[in-house]
Antibody, heavy 121, light 106 residues
Framework: QVLLQESGPGLVKPSQTLSLTCTVS??????????WTWIRQPAGKGLEWVGR???????NYNPSLKSRVTISLDASKNQFSLNLTSVTAADTAVYYC?????????????WGQGTLVTVSS | DIQMTQSPSSLSASIGDRVTITCRAS??????LTWYQQKPGKAPDLLIY???TLQSGVPSRFGGSGSGAEFTLTISSLQPEDVATYYC?????????FGQGTKVEI
């Protein structure tokens, strides 16, 4: 059973860079069968798709964040990461890392528990 | 971006009731539609993918239907453990937009 665990600072200052890592266990991140995805959720609000990376290096980002977001993959550590630059209070949210099947309708089938990131000085 | 609109935003029903949630896409998405259940303080759980395929381990009282731009999630007999917020998501293209959620209460 694959497990995903987010890690990173819970507090980031405005204008700085938010950096999170997702550690995958119970499966290889190098499998071409999956994308590795970030999704976020502000408190009391709905879900927002941030972006995804494939082991091939292919990435897709939400256009609303595209100029600020980078998602990368480190196969040697079985991890993938999210960097979001120039953050504001609007970026305060619970950030989830997740696995998305490359087939089966591109369904996201497995999620981390989520980590709260607050943007505040 | 494809816009996903869920209705209703919230509902209250009794144990054993049949509950239906609708999700409409701003354009046709085939059957690239996923339903999730989210309980407070938890990550979403996958219920149904490809519009109507039940995820392994999900109770059979959950069902999904639809194609194109209109989809439904049905709970055939509401149980106390079904109290949650339900989200649809289109995976037809990126960004994989979500509906705003439907909160189900008893």
């Amino acid at each position: 059973q694959v497990l995903l665990q987010e890690s990173g600072p819970g507090l980031v200052k405005p204008s700085q860079t938010l950096s999170l890592t997702c550690t995958v266990s119970g499966g290889s991140i190098s499998s071409g069968s999956f994308y590795w995805t970030w999704i976020r959720q502000p408190a009391g609000k709905g879900l927002e798709w941030v972006g995804r990376v494939h082991t091939s290096g292919n990435t897709n980002y939400n256009p609303s964040l595209k100029s600020r977001v980078t998602i990368s993959l480190d196969a040697s550590k079985n991890q993938f990461s999210l960097n979001l630059t120039s953050v504001t209070a609007a970026d305060t949210a619970v950030y989830y890392c997740a696995r998305t099947m490359a087939t089966a309708g591109l369904t996201t089938d497995c999620w981390g528990q989520g980590t709260l990131v607050t943007v505040s000085s | 971006d494809i816009q996903m609109t869920q209705s209703p935003s919230s509902l209250s029903a009794s144990i054993g009731d049949r509950v239906t949630i609708t999700c409409r896409a701003s354009q046709g998405i085939g059957t690239y539609l996923t339903w999730y259940q989210q309980k407070p303080g938890k990550a979403p759980d996958l219920l149904i993918y490809a519009a109507s395929t039940l995820q392994s381990g999900v109770p059979s009282r959950f069902g999904g239907s639809g194609s194109g731009a209109e989809f439904t999630l049905t709970i055939s007999s509401l149980q106390p453990e079904d109290v949650a917020t339900y989200y649809c998501q289109q995976t037809y293209n990126t960004p994989g937009t979500f509906g705003q959620g439907t909160k189900v209460e008893i």
